[in-house]
């Protein structure tokens, strides 16, 4: 029989899709199941995007640029300006979502066996990306005591070798929720300077940004032009997700020569996805107002109701929407499945994402979970309290 790479063998599963057959099971035997699991918002998509798609006159859906359309990367460019990242279209690469964005980063910047060093836990599919290249993960422990905040300098030194060619952060983070401050970006900066790497970040939740505090991008910083890059998308932005398109900025010209290269080996971003992005850039400063203050009501609901339930533990997310919540159990790979499986309140269950995951050290996690704030408050206050039920039914 024919045999299957080492490669494909070590791909990781997802921790947030790889439970789905449970959920469908638990449905068809009448359960109704809280979507907790994955960041898929319930926000509407802006109408602008929509009706570009709707209205267009497109009589031959011809291939678009390798690098997306002129005017949209124009148009994104001053986007960009106006969050103060000065940069212009010729800096963009635009992808098939930020998954697209990150391979063709790391197929750009690294070759088989070199190293990218990552705070954990993290957006699970850079263990994906990374396998898929041939690329080692290693990561840096951050704690939910300090709500993971940016671990110690000198923990990043200590695991920097000849093999290392970058640090990657998610800033606002998935799945911590977590907000990088200028003051952290900086120490970053220092050391990537010191040390020669690309700083790449994933800023796909730019948007979200709660309690006051703003986002600093590192292509803001000065000094980082030539080791900056950052990953981009429009799913979480304008609740897109299905649109699947993402983009590349940077300043380093031999790198976005490069990332154009593999673009061409992919040909061009779907057209249709390309016109809606466009058209999405017209969305009304009140649509993120909006969005962002429903989003910190139901941060302030989960977390209020997760902090009644004995024994959990719960970091407080200050961007994205997401949280993570140490639960009393030994392995939440287990009590999640058994959730979907054994469990129901009033025959409802909750499909929740076992953190561990969203590490690459074996055995951290295993008592932890992801949890996607992007249900109303009504059905977040249901989903926490089944939660609750739950634990006491599973600890006997």
Known sequence: MPSISRKGLHMPESPIRKLVPYAEDAKKRGTKVYHLNIGQPDIKTPQVALDAVKNNTIETLEYARSEGSEGYRIKLANYYKNHNIPVNAGNIVVTTGGSEALLFTIGSITDPGDEIIIPEPFYANYNGFSTASGVTVVPVISNIDTNFALPKIEDFEKLITKKTKAILICNPGNP????????????????????????????????????????????????????????????????????????????????????????????????????????????????????????????????????????????????????????????????????????????????????????????????????????????????????????????N
């Open 176 to 395: 911590t929720g977590y907000l990088y401050s200028e003051e952290e970006i900086e120490k970053l900066k220092k050391i990537v300077l010191k040390h020669d790497l690309f700083l790449i970040a994933d800023e796909v939740y730019r948007e979200f940004t709660y309690d006051g505090l703003q986002h600093t991008s590192v292509l803001s910083i000065k000094g980082l032009e030539e080791n900056a890059i950052v990953i981009d998308s429009v799913s979480k932005r304008y609740s897109m997700c299905g649109a699947r398109i993402g983009c590349i900025v940077s300043k380093n010209e031999a790198f976005i020569a490069t990332a154009i290269k593999f673009a061409q080996a992919r040909l061009s971003p779907p057209t249709y996805a390309l016109l809606a992005s466009e058209a999405a850039l017209d969305t009304p400063q009140s649509y993120f107002d909006n969005v962002k203050a429903e989003y910190v009501e139901r941060r302030n609901t989960l977390i209020s109701e997760l902090e009644k339930i004995d024994g959990v533990k719960v970091a407080k997310p200050k961007g994205a929407f997401y949280c993570v919540a140490e639960l009393p159990v030994t392995d939440t790979d287990d009590f999640a499945k058994w959730m979907l499986e054994k469990f129901h309140y009033n025959n409802e269950t909750v499909m929740v994402a076992p953190a561990s995951g969203f590490y690459s050290t074996p055995g951290e996690g295993k008592n932890q979970i992801r949890m996607a704030y992007v249900l109303n408050k009504k059905d977040l206050i249901s989903s926490v309290k089944i939660l609750g039920e739950a634990l006491k039914v599973y600890k």
